[in-house]
């Protein structure tokens, strides 16, 4: 690598080389390189133009990181020699780990380390800015390392208290499980309860349909008991009432037995006294016949034999 730096830059003889040094590392060089950090020392070199910048940074088929680093890489290909230099230049100045790891060397800020893409003077004060930049980074870098390590002792407490909560968790999980078991046991005897308390109304209200009824049968005995009087009263009214029409249809009995009897009584007394009359009448006749002539005799005869015809 030495004698690369030291050969002419416009000598191609290593330009191979270097590329297959730096294609070999493509992969590595892509995932780690931030484009904007080292397209700064580019433009000063002259490898990359504005355009090109804008192009890498901002161009919307580029996605991610990688895939502008690696557009960053096809760009310099096409400057030769010179893009692959600068290149390992801005790697030694920015990532000097990763330099290290490309080419096996240690990274130098000695100005003779470098290409020469630079002139002297705006090298070092590159170097200056590269310098101050990286310390304020330090710097910053310095302060989020505090920031995370508070961050990391906090997370370590939060994670010690989850811990914690989680043994209570744990506890109360068991605890909970527990009183689960207990409610679906109480659970189980409520409903046992509520089937007794369901048996004991059915026997509570036939209880009190019994009571409903016995109430009443007591209500009309206390109203029988209340009111003898008047039972007695309308039972008497009712058996004289029947007794009386017994009577009346005795009494009415009789009485057509007497009205009948007392008929037969006048039609034996008429038929006597009928049969008193007649023989009055024959007596009578009789005298009359004595006392008569012959002639007039027969004729009395004859008319009294009609008569009795009559008569019977």
Known sequence: WTALCKQDLTNNDYQEELWELINDNRHRISLDVRPCIVIPYLRQARVLTEMDEDEILSCHSLTNRSMRTSYMIDLLRTQGRNGAVALLDGLMIHYPTLYTQVTGRKPSTEPSRFSGL???????????????????????????????????????????QIME?????????????????????????????????????????????EKSAVNMRLHDLTLQVGFPETLISSYYTYINNVLLHQARNDILAQDLAEAIGSQAELAEQLQSYREEN???????????????????????????????????
Request: aromatic share 10%; with cysteine.
């Open 165 to 209: 909560h989680e043994e209570k968790s744990r506890y109360l999980q068991t605890e909970n499980e527990r009183m689960q078991r207990q409610i679906r046991t109480l659970q189980r005897e409520i409903t046992k309860m509520k089937d007794e308390k369901c048996d004991f109304y059915v026997r509570y209200t036939a209880a009190i349909e």
């Open 118 to 160: 630079i002139k002297y003077s705006e090298l070092t004060e590159y170097l200056v800015r590269a310098v101050t930049g990286m310390q304020k980074e330090l710097q910053e870098a310095r302060s989020e390392a505090g920031r995370k390590s508070a961050r990391c002792t906090s997370l370590e407490t939060e994670l010690s």
């Open 278 to 312: 007649e023989q009055l009448h024959r007596d009578k006749q009789l005298v009359r016949l004595e006392t008569c002539p012959n002639d007039k005799r027969l004729r009395f005869l004859s008319n009294y034999s009609l008569y009795y015809l009559y008569m019977y």
